[in-house]
């Protein structure tokens, strides 16, 4: 390129003397110098970035990156792992929990029955009680406490 300018300025230099015909020439061969120095320039880069290319596959499929890829493979698929664990751990906990909310439900309510049978059951007693005081019955009202003594 610098020895493309030193030409283009001598070309100035003749056509400022006047000479004939040489500066045409002298253009041609600044130009020829041009464009090979810009061709050259080209040519250097593409084999710059083909060697590039080249040193990037070598070092991609080497044996040190493909343990290193495999490496990473692994311990990121052991976190996926331990995500997994984690997320099923509490899905089982709530289910567990659901499942021991509804069987608590369920015996609170069999709970709840009984003892209202048994208050029902108590009611009764009690109206008995009531209508054996007002017949005046000694017979079963000695029953009745005889029951009731039975019960405590």
């Known amino acids: 390129m ?3 300018f030193a030409v283009f300025m001598s070309v100035d230099l003749l056509l400022w003397l006047a000479v004939p015909g040489l500066p045409g020439l ?3 061969l ?3 110098t041009l464009l090979s120095a810009f061709a050259l320039l080209l040519t250097t880069g593409l084999f710059v970035i083909t060697k590039l290319i080249i040193a990037a596959c070598f070092d991609y499929f080497s044996a040190r990156q493909r343990i290193e890829r495999r490496l990473l493979f692994i311990q990121a698929r052991q976190d996926q792992l331990k995500q997994l ?3 099923r751990t509490l899905q089982i906990n709530y289910f567990n929990d659901l499942k021991r909310k509804r069987l608590l439900n369920a015996n609170n ?3 709840i029955q009984s003892l209202s049978k048994a208050i029902n059951k108590d009611l009764q007693s009690i109206k008995e009680n009531v209508q054996y005081r007002n017949q005046q ?3 079963a009202l000695l029953k009745l406490q ?3 003594a039975t019960l405590v």
């Open 2 to 4: 610098f020895a493309s």
């Open 85 to 87: 664990f984690y997320f």
């Open 146 to 148: 005889q029951k009731i």
């Open 26 to 28: 002298m253009t041609q």
């Open 137 to 139: 019955d000694v017979e």
């Open 109 to 111: 309510r069999r709970h």
């Open 30 to 32: 600044g130009l020829v």
